[in-house]
């Protein structure tokens, strides 16, 4: 978990807030779903953060040394529903949901993917819930987990807050059946960024999108290398098999991604690469955002 702490301190140092201080957001149709990505914004992270990258993968893919990563958070509104898909830093979410004409008192539920501070910066304020009415999900693993780390004070405060209106689960696997967790989004086990790490699949009148979570970070590499992993990812070997499998799944089933780490538009579509075992992320056009 070194690598990881080391991670947190990149993102909050005093310059993220002049990076961050725009306000972005973008909204597209699954279904009879509206899926907005909310833009925490970003900074260049450098090729030392890719795991058994080698000097000619760096040469090839990010001639500079640096990738983008960005934080997104999501906002699913079904016809019943307005669903928060994790709440980056914290930073831009409250001006990105007033934008949308959404309070913290009309969040409804909470999913998220995982507990790491980019995830869950948003969820107090003050030192209190930040979406008062709404219903917290977590998986099981991912609970366990923050419960018994030492480093997971900030985690088990936000649990604290929600307590009473806390939901475990356990995801399923992805190409099984999976059982909604809420009409139309099923929970899919993503592990090895965390022990609980889990995307969400989003579905409404046969259209799909897989918001993955932290499945990728750096793009340009994890694309043609998915075996790249993160040297902050809990289990980098499994952070890879997962990135793999659902690589070839969503391809294969022409599945809609979106990412907390993806640069804008952050929503796109996986295709096969040049070679075999490689991807390529194609962008969605903005012009389709609503």
């Known amino acids: 978990m070194k690598h990881f702490f080391i991670f947190l301190l990149f993102i909050s140092i005093s310059n993220w807030n002049r990076i961050a201080a725009r306000e972005t957001v973008l909204t597209y149709n699954i279904g009879d779903f509206q899926v907005s990505i909310l833009s925490e914004g970003g900074q260049d992270a450098g090729s030392s ?4 990258a080698t000097p000619e993968i760096i040469d090839k893919y990010l001639p500079e040394g640096v990738f983008r990563l960005e934080i997104q958070a999501f906002l699913v509104r ?10 980056g830093t914290g930073q831009n979410l409250s001006g990105n949901l007033e934008s949308l004409n959404i309070g913290g008192d009309m969040i409804h539920v909470i999913l998220l993917t995982h507990m790491h501070g980019d995830h869950i910066g948003g969820l107090l304020k003050d030192g209190k819930k930040a979406f008062p009415q709404a219903e917290l999900y977590l998986s099981q693993a991912e609970y366990d987990f ?43 086990a993503a592990y090895g960024h965390t ?37 902050f990812d809990n289990n980098r070997e499994q952070a890879a098999a997962t990135r793999k499998k659902i690589l070839e799944y969503v391809q294969k089933n022409r599945i809609r991604i979106a990412g907390a780490h993806i640069v804008l538009p952050a929503i796109g579509d996986i ?16 012009c389709e955002a609503i």
């Open 146 to 188: 923050w419960q018994a780390s030492e480093r997971g004070a900030d985690a088990r405060k936000v649990l604290e807050a929600y307590k009473d209106r806390l939901h475990l689960f356990v995801p399923g696997e992805l190409g099984g059946e999976i059982s909604d967790l809420l009409p139309g989004v099923k929970p899919v």
């Open 271 to 286: 295709r096969p690469g040049k070679a075999e075992g490689e991807y390529e992320f194609i962008p969605m056009c903005t």
């Open 49 to 52: 953060m890719l795991a058994g």
């Open 78 to 87: 079904t016809p019943d529903k307005n669903i928060l898909i994790d709440a």
């Open 195 to 231: 022990p609980g790490h889990t995307a969400f699949l989003v579905e409404s009148l046969k259209t799909q999108l897989l918001i993955w979570g932290d499945v990728t970070h750096a793009i340009p590499v994890q694309m043609p290398h998915p075996e790249i992993s993160m040297t």
